[in-house]
């Protein structure tokens, strides 16, 4: 069955950097684009960025642009989000998620926890 | 791109039939058939029940049905259960290939 696990989550002072990474399996993770999506604790779910299943096309949302950057590798079976100058706002379980077209996102991960704060 | 809006609370009793429902602009929601809707349990991974507006995947209830008007998305469940207890998220499409989701509602059983 399909299966996504995000790791790299923990705590990280303001301006600090972090990489969350997502293993895949029980599908042909090549075939699939792949988004991040995050929520801040108690709040609703916002996304943050998807890649091709090739990796040519990269989108981010507005507020994550020019500080994460989104990457994979299909042998590896991998999800990537480098995240750079973390601020507080960017506190928030961060799930991957396989991504249809249109933003149907059909399998999801458990999730991991991002705390930035000093 | 702001947050598509949704009630924050919709609630009903047992076999009830609830809508939720999702406005957002002729940019997203009323410029593509890409609206989805998720189901939250706490502490849960979202779980997607409905895609392009009104499709189901394999494994979701029958119950559970989608619709869209102009700018405006609906979810209905009928037969309202005690395990429909959850939040839910719709999302769009918002061109420039980037998505946005709604605010989110929280249903309860009463």
């Known amino acids: 069955q399909v299966l996504l696990v995000e790791s790299g989550g923990g705590l990280v002072k303001p301006g600090g950097s972090l990489r969350l990474s997502c293993a895949a399996a029980?599908?042909?993770?090549?075939?699939?684009?792949m988004s991040w999506i995050r929520q801040a604790p108690g709040k609703g779910l916002e996304w943050v960025s998807y890649?091709?299943?090739?990796?040519?096309?990269?989108y981010y949302a507005d507020s994550v642009k020019g500080r994460f950057t989104i990457s994979r590798d299909n042998v590896k079976k991998s999800l990537f989000l480098q995240m750079n100058s973390l601020r507080a706002e960017d506190t928030a379980v961060y799930y991957c998620?396989?991504?249809?077209?249109?933003?149907?996102?059909?399998?999801w991960g458990q999730g991991t926890l991002v705390t930035v704060s000093s | 791109q702001s947050a598509l809006t949704q009630p924050a609370s919709v609630s009903g009793s047992p076999g009830q039939s609830i809508t939720i429902s999702c406005a957002g602009t002729?940019?997203?929601?009323?410029?593509?058939?890409?609206v989805s809707w998720y189901q939250q349990h706490p502490g849960k991974a979202p779980k997607l029940m409905i895609y392009?507006?009104?499709k189901r995947p394999s494994g979701v209830s029958n119950r559970v049905s989608g619709s869209k008007s102009g700018n405006r998305a609906s979810l209905t469940i009928s037969g309202l259960q005690a395990e429909d207890e959850a939040d839910y998220y719709c999302?769009?499409?918002?061109?420039?290939?980037?998505?946005?989701f709604g605010t989110g509602t929280k249903v309860t059983v009463l």
């Open positions: 029980g599908f042909t993770f090549s075939d699939y684009y």
């Open positions: 999302c769009s499409y918002a061109g420039t290939s980037t998505y946005v």
């Open positions: 998620a396989r991504d249809l077209v249109g933003g149907t996102f059909d399998y």
């Open positions: 890649i091709s299943a090739s990796a040519s096309t990269k």
């Open positions: 002729s940019s997203d929601v009323g410029a593509h058939n890409y």
């Open positions: 392009d507006v009104s």
